[in-house]
């Protein structure tokens, strides 16, 4: 029998393994793009030590592209090494990208000490700083998510 997508009643198209977390929705806002926020289908999937997401015009297009993620992240894992070597790219937290692959990884490196220069998103300003205004700048974009723009094109 096919998994339920966690938060629909959407059955998943693909055999995830039962120890990956899935989860997604038709609706998903995103906080914070390059051009600022939008609205998209989304899929997200929680193999060990990462986060995968696929974004799309439907909730099939948008697991399938977290498959094809998924699957780049299996085949690299599973050349008989763990991933790695891995890069910081933005992250201070800890965080990196594989070498092989481009999977971000969680705690893969020993976190740095804050850049107090460093411009915080909205997403850091809510859920780190719990700073009032950002918490309302971010309810009022989810409340307005239907005047939001779609995924821009080729995400």
């Known amino acids: 029998m096919a998994r339920l997508i966690k938060n629909t009643r959407t059955e998943a198209q693909h055999d995830w393994p039962d120890d ?11 906080i914070g793009g390059p ?9 997200e999937a929680f193999p060990g030590g990462t986060f995968l997401r696929g974004e799309g015009k439907t909730l099939t297009e948008a697991e399938e592209k ?10 690299c894992d599973g050349i008989g090494e763990p991933h790695g070597p891995f890069e910081r790219r933005q992250y201070r937290n800890g965080a990196g990208f594989c070498t092989r692959c481009g999977t971000w990884m969680s705690k893969v490196f020993e976190p740095l000490p ?7 998103s909205l997403a850091e300003r809510v859920f780190v700083d719990q700073n009032p205004e950002a918490i ?3 309810l009022d974009t989810v409340a307005n998510a239907a005047s939001l723009p779609h995924a821009p094109s080729g995400e």
């Open 35 to 43: 051009g600022g926020a939008y609205q998209t289908a989304f899929f």
């Open 20 to 30: 990956v977390f899935i989860q997604g929705g038709e609706r998903g806002v995103v």
């Open 66 to 75: 977290c498959w094809k993620q998924y699957q780049t992240f299996t085949a």
């Open 136 to 138: 309302v700048e971010a």
């Open 114 to 120: 804050e850049d107090p220069d460093r411009k915080r």
